[in-house]
């Protein structure tokens, strides 16, 4: 019976398997096997470095075919180098599209990697150390569609927008469990830059991620003009800054920001230390800890109404809404239910502006051990205390007990929660 299952399915349609071309055992050099290659083949790349190229603009071009770039002993143990002047791997033209580029590191190129006009998929792919005026780790335009799982994109730089990532004109990124980290832009975007252009992440970290110019927006993402949507599902953004939107920015042209599940801590800025939105916002089972805004929205600021439903706001600050800052019209106020306000300082309001009670909202820390807001006081939120024993903590929320700073009474309040809430 398996013999005739396998002679049915043989018979009923042509399976084709690629070549297989070597670097550098057939080839010295990545290009040289590409430009070897057929549509489906596979370039199976051996440890080492590899780069500056002899020949071409970039370490990789797979522009004009249909590929499948491997790392042979898998993710790590081969290094595409740019020499800060080349281009680690280029894909361009519809003809490579269905490319597959899988457990490659890229450092020091310009820019790591640079996709027009094309539909391709990195696996595993760590993006290091790389700079380019926008799109210093990841650049996409004219249409591009890049699906993104797994690896990370660290230390890359822009002179203008989207340190790690830029997204732009038409194109779409859709990007899984992957860390963006230590990256910096000028203008907007220090971790991505997503720019008339469609962005999906689902389990995505952004880290201490920084944009840095005097007015820059979205030290962690900036989505910015006409039909830029962006859907954020189950991510972190930890530690990024900006002058505006510490986190996230939202431009007012934009399309609707979607945030579920997401934690945004410790970012900071001006206005919106977790989130400025100038487009409608939607929000639903966030957690919003420690997040600081100078002057607006420590948590969010939001100018163009939206749903916050079912979040968690825990010491964040500002000086005019420690939790949120509404300036959207009274007519299209943001609409709060079935969320907790905990841990605010006393001389800020929690939120102010325009908006509607929905209902079911809490105004006190339910739980104040629970540092992580998780809804159980555990092993997570006493380790997080205890990175912060002995040190001055004014207004935090591991200082229990409010004497300033983090010691042995404050361990004792937590131990006395311990378990759920």
Known sequence: MKLMICSVVLAGGSVAFGAELLVPEQYTEINSAIFAAS???????????????????????????????????????????????????????????????DGLTVVNASPGIWLYSTSVELQDVTIIGCSFQSGGGLKVQEGGQVTYRGGAIYN??????????????????????TLIQFNQAVFGGGGAYVDSAYLEMSKCDFVQNSANGP???????????????????????????????????????????????????????????GLCALAPMYMELCVLVDNQAAE?????????????????FVANESDNGAALRSQSLPSNPVDLSWNIFCADPPSSETVTGTWADGGHNVWACVCPADVNADDQVQAEDL??????????????????????VVSVSDLLLLLDTWGPC
Request: net charge negative; with cysteine; aromatic share 8%.
């Open 39 to 101: 549509n489906g083949d596979t370039v199976s790349i051996a440890p080492g470095t590899y780069g500056p190229p002899s020949w071409g603009g970039a370490v990789a071009d797979l522009s004009g075919k249909q590929l499948h770039l491997v790392a042979r002993e898998g993710p790590g143990t081969v290094t595409i180098s740019g020499g800060d002047t080349w281009i680690g791997i280029l894909v361009s033209g519809g003809a490579s599209s269905g490319s597959i580029i």
């Open 156 to 177: 890359c730089t822009a002179t203008s927008a989207g340190g790690g990532v830029c997204v732009e004109s038409g194109s779409a990124l859709l990007m899984h469990d």
């Open 215 to 273: 007015f820059a927006f979205g030290g962690g993402l900036n989505v910015d003009r006409s039909g830029g949507a962006a859907f954020l599902t189950g991510c972190n953004l930890i530690g990024n800054q900006a002058p505006y939107g510490g986190g996230i920015y939202v431009a007012e042209i934009a399309h609707s920001v979607y945030l579920s599940g997401c934690l945004l801590s410790l970012n900071q800025a001006s206005s919106g230390g």
């Open 296 to 312: 607006y929205g420590g948590g969010v600021y939001a100018a163009a109404g939206g749903v916050v439903d079912g979040c968690e």
């Open 383 to 404: 380790m997080q205390m205890l990175r912060w024993f002995g040190a001055s903590c004014v207004q935090c929320q591991f200082d229990l007990d409010d004497d300033e």
